[in-house]
């Protein structure tokens, strides 16, 4: 050094010949760093304490590596297709989203911990003043913040222990690979590849085959009792919550049940008065899809899915509880408040020879809420 003064920067010879210590010391001087109290940690080396130290630290990092490794196998491997209540597999399925959770959660916990354990463990205990200055650093500066940085890990005592460094190149690496497995995963499916059999444009409400009949059907609280509606069977100014039923499911305990409860089942069946019916504005392009004073509306709502379930007679509109998103029936049920930005999907319905209330064709767009191509509409025939 140039001087006693240890507020003068040393020349770059002098920096080249210093040692780390004399470097680490010289930053925390021109830092204005006083160092008030300093212990290491293990003076002795290989104690009990030392080692059980170091066997805490190395388990929490193994833990956040296996951690890691689960949350991609489970990504990967588990079960994650939509199940409904009572479906085969729906035990399974249900634990997906909170095995992700509970695996990713723990792997970044683990990793927190072992690092919180390293600074309390393994760092030298110190107490230092600094005084702060403004403006950018010198070289020196720059120089002696790397040897503080390196001494610190060299007094921790790191670079000698195998276990901890290969515990945390094993938690953090596992880590690593899980965080983007979680990001980038959901996208390596093509969700288009079954074309218009896609997930996102299918419900329930979708015939098997052209032509097939699809019933509205009310719940009755018993999966088996197929109780079909009549127009006569709702009030005018009423509304009920329908349900599609298709003959081949009669019987089949399985897929009555899961005309109940698939996300896309539940639609509005709404009879207005008919004085409302006839200030009613249709949509263009589904003008025919009512039946007389009968507007069937889907009730999943568009802004994130919930079940718009509060029917208003005075105002003929539709609230969402989740948001408060309002849907005016009045006018085909477009959003009139709320974050809902779309209108709720209209069924066209009709009545068949035996009377009974049925769909006339599928949605012709896709329900729920919004998602990345999705286009305006489809032709009601393609
Ligand atoms: S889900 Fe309906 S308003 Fe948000």
Redesign the pocket.
Known sequence: MSSGDPKQNPTPEELANMSQDELAKLGANLDDVDVIYRRNRWPIKGSKAEKRAERQIAFWFALAGLSGLAFVAIFVFWPWEYRTVGEEGYALYSLTTPLYGLTFGLSILSIGIAVVLIAKKMIPEEIAVQQRHDGPSEEVDQRTTVALLRDAYDTSTIGRRGMIKWSAAFGIGAFAVAAPVGLVGGMVKNPWADRDDSALWRSLWTPDYPGETIYLRRDTGRITDVALIRPEDIDAGGMETVFPFKESWRGDHDALLKSFRHEYSAVMLIHLRAEDANRAVRREGQETFNYGNFFAYSKI??????P?SLYEQQTQRIL??????QFDVMQYAKPVF???TRALPQLPITVNEEGYMVANGDFIEPLG?AFWERPGYRNLES
């Open positions: 709502c568009t802004h994130l899915a919930c718009t969402c509880p989740c948001h408060q998103s709320g974050p809902a809420p």
